[in-house]
């Protein structure tokens, strides 16, 4: 049955938003600094440098697709030292989204880009010596201009909510069987939201300028209202997001193949990180480093992707640099600062070159025919960085 906003309800709320009912308490701007407050209590912080397992026996980590967000190097590295205390090799380097940062001797980052000739978002992994940082400002510029673009959606998710856009809400709301009170309820937070961002504007950090400001502002009314009907909020807010993302314009973002060539000119290694999520890109040849085979949300071709690499090392002409093989732990380090309650338990899990396939042994059979292992990948990707 098809579950229909009245226009009596939309017309109300949009009212509502767009009149002063937007006005926000005290109680709204103390939820809401916590909330884009990229500072670390005590608590937060133990939990960062303390991971609920070690691996001890691992003496190789290569993590070339991992995620920072607002958590200090200083507080990875304990973590990491903890983690693996016997390691004696390593090749880590950070990969924010859209964002350079820089770990020891290498800088990185993961980069949306446009794929004209398949008409959809791709992401590469974009990594290079930090001796060559005073040549990527053209890269940077590209960087920042895709961040720009990418926290755009907050705002375009905001008007969706709070206009409102009615074909999007009715969509999310018949996948989500959200009743009125549920929708009132997000659309309402989220008018608070969009008057506080309004407010404040200068003071909020520009990494949390990001679609998760919602879900996170709704999180902390779970005390208030209870979880059920937060859980519930959350279900349709998150399908209203990818409404937005579904009418995203991508064509916003850099082609890849301008992204390929900034970063050639760079020194920079890529690497086409869960490529199943984008199958054209194994079609296109691009000029990359290699292939993610593995990781935690892209794990079921593994063995095909293998596959991949060996035959496409088979072909002429790439004998001086064959494509390389990668597995991607896709940590986000932020998820770990959340409250064990609060955290996603699919990504709270992950850890920074925490990559088991490398171990099965079955991958590891496949992995010899294709000559390669972590301490290889480690050693040519490194010495491929370093020029």
């Not at 912080?45 to 991992?66: G, Q």
């Not at 072909?315 to 932020?334: N, Y």
Request: proline letters at 4%.
């Amino acid at each position: 049955m098809k579950l229909v906003i009245s226009k009596q309800v939309v017309k109300s709320l949009r009212h509502r938003v767009e009149g002063q009912v937007a006005d926000v308490s005290q109680e709204d701007e103390e939820r809401f600094f916590r909330v884009i407050s990229t500072d670390l209590d005590e608590e937060q912080r133990r939990r960062i440098i303390a991971p609920i397992r070690t691996y001890p026996r691992e003496e190789s980590v290569l993590a070339v697709h991992w995620h920072p967000e607002f958590v200090p190097q200083e507080l990875i590295d304990q973590r990491l030292d903890l983690l693996y205390p016997n390691r004696k090799e390593e090749l880590i380097i950070p990969t924010q989204h859209n964002q350079l940062l820089t770990r020891g001797s290498f800088c990185g980052a993961e980069v949306d880009c446009y794929s004209k000739g398949f008409k959809r978002k791709v992401q590469l992994l974009v990594h290079f010596d930090k001796k060559n940082l005073n040549r990527a400002g053209t890269f940077a510029s590209a960087l920042e201009h895709t961040f720009q673009y990418r926290s755009s959606q907050l705002f375009d998710l905001i008007n969706t909510l709070t206009k409102p856009v009615e074909e999007r809400l009715e969509r999310a709301a018949r996948e989500t069987g959200a009743a009125a009170g549920v929708i009132d309820l997000v659309r309402g937070e989220t008018g608070k939201v969009a008057r506080l961002i309004d407010l404040h504007f200068s003071k909020i950090p520009k990494e949390s300028i990001k679609n998760k400001l919602l879900r996170d502002y709704l999180d902390t009314l779970r005390g208030h209202l209870g979880d059920d009907l937060v859980i519930r909020a959350q279900l349709f807010l998150r399908a209203v997001k990818q409404e937005v993302k579904a009418g995203f314009p991508l064509t916003y973002f850099y082609r890849t193949s301008e992204i390929i060539e900034e970063a050639r000119a760079i020194g920079a290694g890529i690497v086409i990180p869960h490529p199943e999520q984008f199958w054209p890109i194994l079609l296109a040849e691009y000029d990359v480093d290699g292939y993610e085979v593995w990781n935690p949300q892209s794990l079921e071709y593994t063995d095909f992707l293998i596959s991949v690499v060996i035959n496409k090392n088979k072909q002429p002409g790439i004998a001086k640099r064959k494509l390389l093989i990668f597995m991607g732990d896709d940590t986000h380090m932020g998820e770990k600062a959340r409250g064990p309650l609060l955290q996603d338990e699919l990504k709270s899990c992950r850890e920074i070159g925490l990559q088991p396939p490398w171990d099965d042994l079955l991958i590891r059979k496949k992995l010899a025919i294709a000559d390669m292992d972590r301490h290889k990948v480690i050693a040519e990707y490194r010495d491929r960085l370093r020029g």
